[in-house]
């Protein structure tokens, strides 16, 4: 069974950082893409970033590749979401997912196939 496991959310005040991790188990992780999406209330889940199979190539969402960097390490089954100089507008539950390559277009979420729970992040004072 696949699993995908997020975590490192929580509260953070205007202009402070993050770490979110997640796990990935049940499949050959070098094999799967990896990316992070957020949702916000009443919007459409949006790609942050993303990352090859080896972690050698990255893509980040133009808002957002000043202020987030992905990174994953495949010994681990880990891929690695930090983000700093935080907004009130990243309020959002944040999402991993794995896409295998090749697989429609990164930027969009039906092209994942599998996902986790997501983890709330809410930029707040």
């Known amino acids: 069974q696949v699993q ?28 799967w893409g990896m990316g992070w999406f957020r949702q916000a209330p009443g919007k459409e ?4 970033a993303w990352t090859n199979v080896m972690g ?7 808002s957002m590749k000043d202020r987030f960097t992905l990174s994953r390490d495949n010994t681990k089954n ?7 100089n935080l907004r009130p507008e990243d309020t ?5 997912a794995a896409r295998k390559p090749g ?3 990164l930027w969009n979420a039906n092209a994942y196939s ?12």
């Open 4 to 31: 995908l496991a997020e975590s490192g959310g929580g509260l953070v005040q205007p202009g402070g950082s993050l770490r979110l991790s997640c796990v990935a188990s049940g499949l050959i992780f070098e094999d």
């Open 45 to 48: 889940r949006e790609l942050v």
């Open 56 to 62: 050698t190539v990255t893509e980040y969402a133009d």
């Open 78 to 84: 880990t891929v690695e979401l930090g983000g700093f």
């Open 92 to 96: 959002a539950v944040y999402y991993c």
């Open 103 to 105: 697989n429609g277009d």
């Open 114 to 125: 599998w996902w986790g729970q997501g983890t709330q992040v809410t930029v707040s004072s």
